[in-house]
């Protein structure tokens, strides 16, 4: 007894000692490495790193940039289930420790010993990952294992456990650029945390241990291994039932990666704020960037869909260029038996999310593609690759015989094209010439070929193919020049060239109001002011002789301005710039934000052979629009940063206001105060020149826009030198809108106008004013209207008959018509030809 007694007190001071050595060793080590410890209360307002994100006026997100995808959360919004399947596969006693877990450091010893000074498992508690993850580097040392433990028990003491927790699910990578679990919900499930299964819950906390490991997309065997581990410690730990593990380990795996969405398609748009951001800020992709644009979620993917779908009718109408690629092998064993045959470059390297599609469908490939004999699971990987542009998505000819076509699309569909599908593909020749009629589909293409094809309004599928032809479509409210829809070509990922901004185009007769407008605002001339239509000769500045005409080669003669306007008569412009005189216009032309050293210095001016953007172009006509105010163009509504959305920038435009007094420089409207626009032109000058533009849809090169059915509708037409350019600008008083659209090699396009642009026109204002009521401005006091004889532009005495209404400035009204006594004694005292009309020649 003796004995055991002894044995025991020897263990009890033993036990003793080796807990005073523990703790001397605990102490000692709290003394040599807390002065190097990083302050631990900067966890308190740490800011992650979060993704640039651009969005509409209304909050539409349309872009986002930065490499790690982050969507931060607060304790609150987790699921408790999410915390449950996260505690289950890192730390299921978090909520009782004090930041270490003994057992856990304990076989992290056993490690550290049996390795030689290499820690595997880490025992790290979710305390000490946020301590690694936030404060210290990830190398797996002794040393940084002493740190980790020091600064989790200092942790413990400052947060709670819910900020804790809120900092370690927001900071985790979990591959494919995810960062935190609401940005993994978004990759993996394309839907909000809140809305996750359990399954995919597990499969989401399983990720933290190894991203790439247990990554479903990358090895869904090992993920679902994790998974079903992970659910099966939820229900040992109590979290949950019987049942709900028996139905989550039986879920399938639902994992797909999804890029991040754009609510509203715009990325012309997001690629300008992207711009704008990395102009502005250093760290534009990491410090959490809100820019909200003045984009409008309505009006933008109808200027879309407007453009593509006259892009897409503009290319129907010339002929078929045959398919994107022609001969693709059918197995993936065919394409690299040719790829090493040939001596090619690596054809079938791609991303592995690319390859993983690939395989899939590959396998799928001999039940699911209906009808198709053989492998064509090298079809299936191109048709993955190969990017949907715009409405056309990318297809491969199955069988072309007779007249139908039978066509393997994205996700293993077969689709058939009937005769009325094909029978368009006249083969292209020229801008100007098709070829004959195909008679069978053979004569389209072959199997192997890649080819485009369109959905119909009625579910029906057509043969189509990427337009030759390129445009653009800019939306501004007038009122304050904000930009409201812009789409800048057919489609962003066939062409990042922004045309609406960078492509400076020759505006041909779209430029011909400014002209007008300038002679208006003189006071010298007005809608019923004749000027000859006929031809002239001039130098054009070199040796050669000018000798312009009008696009019909014809010519009418003494023309009202109203009518050379409706009609677009170029001899009549230059001779009303010839008038006026060239500087003085230029001068008038650079109030409304035309660049005089880019304008031409000549005649040629008047028939708008100046080059200039779509933006340009829609920003001189709001002015038109909203009655003479030089607003300016702007985009970027607020910039704001942070969980907080610190607002850091915000916009302050100048606006329209045809109610304020002459000199007036500010304007209250919706609560805030807004700078007045400068006043350019005249009011009533505007308004007259908006009366004669009225004429161009009515009877003018615009006509077809009266199938608007709206009276407040007005615009011009215009086409440069061998139809290269085709532009038609108009507006309302809400809305001005330009629509250009022309060949990025200047080629001709072979159409005017009226036939390329104007449809397009048409199709967004129709949508875009559907809900919206007529809106024309009032009529300024000092403009009249007056009876007039057309032929001369005089006006007419009560007592003559007939004429026509028109508008004039009241203090500048033209003479008279002479009554028929007066006219005989004017023709004999030889005054006729000077007196018979208000004329220019």
């Known amino acids: 007894m003796k004995f055991f007694r002894i044995l025991a007190f020897s263990a009890f001071w033993l036990l003793v000692s080796l807990s005073t050595a523990s703790l001397l060793a605990v102490v000692g080590a709290a003394l040599y490495f807390a002065p190097g410890l990083p302050d631990v209360r900067q966890l308190q307002d740490f800011e992650l790193q979060t993704p640039l994100r651009i969005f509409t006026r209304d909050g539409k997100l349309i872009g986002e940039f930065g490499e790690e995808r982050r969507l931060p959360v607060e304790y609150d919004e987790i699921p408790e289930s999410m915390v449950q399947a996260l505690m289950a596969a890192e730390d299921a006693a978090f909520f009782d420790h004090h930041g270490v877990d003994p057992k856990g450091l304990l076989r992290a010893a056993v490690e550290l010993v049996a390795s030689g000074g290499d820690i595997q498992s880490g025992g790290s508690t979710i305390t000490m990952q946020v301590a690694r993850n936030y404060l210290l580097t990830l190398d797996r040392t002794f040393t940084r294992k002493i740190r980790e433990i020091l600064l989790a028990l200092q942790m413990e003491q400052i947060l709670s456990k819910q900020e804790i927790l809120e900092l370690y699910v927001n900071k985790i990578f979990l591959g494919h650029r995810a960062y935190g679990i609401a940005a993994a919900s978004e990759v993996y499930y394309d839907r909000p945390l809140g809305e996750l299964t359990l399954a995919q819950q597990a499969m989401i906390a399983g990720l933290p241990k ?42 399938p795996i639902t994992a797909r990666r999804h890029v991040a969405k754009a609510e509203i398609p715009a990325d012309y748009v997001a690629e300008m704020a992207r711009q704008y951001a990395v102009d502005h800020f250093d760290d534009a992709y990491t410090g959490g960037y809100h820019i909200t644009t003045t984009l409008d979620s309505k009006l933008q993917p109808e200027a879309r869909r407007a453009l ?34 040939e001596g090619l470059e690596e054809e079938l390297a791609e991303s592995p999310e690319v390859m993983a599609t690939a395989r899939r469908a590959a396998e799928r490939s001999q039940t699911e593609v209906e009808g198709v004999e053989g492998d064509v699971s090298n079809w299936l990987q191109v048709l993955e690759r190969t990017p949907v542009l715009g409405p056309l998505e990318p297809a491969i000819v199955v069988e072309s015989e007779g007249r139908e076509m039978r066509v393997l699309s994205r996700g293993g569909e077969v689709r058939t094209l009937d005769w009325d599908a094909l029978d368009w593909a006249q083969p292209y020749r020229n801008a100007r010439y098709r070829g004959a009629a195909p008679s069978s589909a053979a004569e389209i293409a072959s199997p192997g070929d890649l080819v485009r094809i369109l959905q119909r309004e009625d579910g029906s599928w057509r043969l189509s193919q990427k337009p030759d032809a390129q445009g653009s479509l800019v939306v501004m409210d007038p009122r304050t020049g904000a930009i409201l829809a812009l789409q800048g070509g057919f489609d962003f990922d066939a062409s990042k060239f922004n045309r609406a901004l960078q492509a400076r185009r020759q505006a041909g007769s779209i430029f011909k109001p400014f002209i007008y407008l300038a002679g208006l605002n003189s006071g010298e001339v007005s809608p019923a002011t004749i000027i000859n239509d006929a031809p002239v000769v001039m130098q054009d500045g070199s040796n050669e002789l000018w000798r312009p005409n009008n696009s019909g080669g014809d010519f009418r003669g003494p023309t009202r301005l109203r009518v050379g306007l409706a009609h677009s008569r170029n001899l009549v412009t230059i001779r009303l710039l010839q008038t006026l005189g060239l ?47 030089a607003v300016e163009p702007w985009l970027i509504q607020k910039v704001t940063r942070g969980e907080g959305q610190t607002v850091v920038g915000e916009a302050d435009p100048m606006v329209a206001c045809r109610e304020c007094a002459d000199g007036q420089e500010t304007v209250e409207r ?12 005249d009011p009533a000058a505007v308004y007259l020149l908006r009366d004669m533009l009225r004429d161009v849809v009515e009877h003018g090169t615009a006509r077809r826009a009266l199938a608007l059915e709206r009276s407040d509708i007005v615009g011009k037409t215009g086409t440069t030198n061998e139809q290269r350019d085709a532009w038609f600008a108009g507006f309302n008083t809400d809305l001005a809108t330009t629509v250009w659209v022309g060949k990025d090699d200047n080629s001709s396009t072979a159409e005017y106008g009226s036939q390329a ?19 024309w401005p009032d009529r300024p006091d000092d ?37 028929r006594v007066d006219q005989a004694v004017e023709q004999e005292s030889g005054s006729q030809g000077t007196g018979a009309y208000e004329a220019i020649f």
């Open 583 to 629: 500087e003085r216009t230029i001068g008038f032309l650079e109030k409304f934000g035309f660049d005089p050293e880019r304008l031409p210095h000549g005649l040629s001016l008047a028939l708008g052979t100046t080059s200039l953007t779509p933006l340009e172009m829609t920003r001189g006509y709001a002015v038109l629009s909203n009655g003479g105010f």
């Open 757 to 775: 642009a104007l449809p397009i026109w048409i199709d967004f204002m129709g949508k875009a004013l559907a809900d919206r009521p007529e809106h």
């Open 210 to 251: 190894a991203p790439s490991a247990f990554n479903p997309l990358a090895n869904a065997e090992r993920a679902l291994i994790r998974r079903n581990w992970i659910l099966y410690r939820m229900r040992d730990l109590g979290f949950i039932d019987q049942a709900d593990y028996d139905e989550a380990v039986q879920a």
């Open 670 to 681: 919706d609560g805030k105060t807004y700078r007045v626009a400068p006043r350019v032109a």
């Open 783 to 819: 403009v009249v209207a007056r009876r007039i004889d057309p032929d001369t532009g005089r006006l007419l005495h009560d007592d003559q008959p007939g004429g026509m209404q028109e508008l004039f400035r009241a203090d500048h009204l033209p003479g008279y018509q002479p009554r």
């Open 308 to 341: 593509a779908d006259g892009l897409i009718a503009y290319d129907t109408r010339h002929g078929w260029r045959g398919p994107e690629q022609t001969d693709i092998p059918r197995s993936l064993a065919e394409a690299q038996e040719r790829t090493d045959r």
